[in-house]
């Protein structure tokens, strides 16, 4: 089984569909320091490719323009954040010893 | 036209009203009035014509033009030709998926700027933005000549 890697990117894009359910790409931009407005939709779309995220269009349009597409991380996306982290927490000595 | 040409007198002629009824009339009208000889009236100049009968081809108005409107520039929204080469350079995943979200993202921006009667602001977000969308068109060619690379390489190994 391949382990699923994340750059920095698409981990933080995971973090904050995790945390705030679905939210679309500019909002996505406005809460990070890491996303940039042209690669968040370039990231996105890699991201739903791998599988990590879906996105649906929004039904009503918000007024200030058309409809928006929202997305949300999988099943999958929360799995490799989680194992993300995990990896992290271990590297940094904060779960004790590796399990070998 | 037919409302600005009819006659001032026909107010009088239909039902007989009073100079008061007569006088906002005038007021109403005055605003688009002028004689044939492009001279604007007064409205008790008016009024006397009517009492004097008038004949009605003295009341057949033109649009006042004295004050022009100030011309509205009519632009199309930021991002227009950028989106117009995009589809037809790109395929259509790409253009709905990375480029008109990323236009879609900048005019929201800029319209609030706008709304907010932030100009410089709205200057700022329309080149950002079109910076943004250079930079996603970047990496979209750039991930297909990869990934058209890794395809030949495999091919040929």
């Known amino acids: ?100 | 036209m037919g409302d600005v040409n009819r006659p001032v007198r026909s107010a009088r002629v239909m039902d007989e009203p009073s100079i008061e009824d007569v006088r906002r009339y005038v007021m109403e009208l005055r605003e688009r009035l002028v004689v044939p000889q492009n001279i604007i009236v007064s409205n008790e100049q008016l009024l006397r014509w009517i009492d004097a009968d008038t004949p009605d081809e003295m009341f057949h108005r033109e649009p006042k033009r004295l004050q022009q409107p100030e011309p509205v520039r009519v632009s199309a929204p930021p991002g227009h030709t950028l989106l117009a080469i995009a589809e037809f350079l790109c395929s259509e995943r790409t253009f709905d998926e990375i480029l008109r979200p990323t236009i879609d993202d900048m005019r929201r921006e800029y319209n609030q700027a706008l709304a907010d009667d932030r100009r410089a602001k709205a200057k700022w977000v329309r080149m950002r933005g079109t910076w943004s969308f250079l930079a996603a068109a970047g990496m979209v060619a750039f991930g297909s000549v990869g990934k058209l690379v890794v395809r030949v390489w495999r091919l040929i190994g």
């Open chain 1, 1 to 100: 089984m391949d382990i699923p890697r994340l750059s920095p990117k698409e981990a933080e894009v995971l973090r904050l569909l995790i945390a705030n359910g679905e939210m679309y790409g500019l909002q996505l931009v406005t809460s990070s320091d890491v996303l940039k407005r042209g690669t968040v939709y370039v990231t996105l779309s890699r991201m739903a490719e791998k599988g990590y995220v879906e996105s649906r269009q929004e039904e009503v349009s918000p007024g200030d323009g058309p409809p928006r597409r929202l997305y949300k991380a999988t099943g999958l996306g929360v799995r490799a954040y989680r194992a993300l982290e995990h990896a992290a927490r271990l590297f940094a000595g904060g779960e004790g010893a590796w399990a070998m």
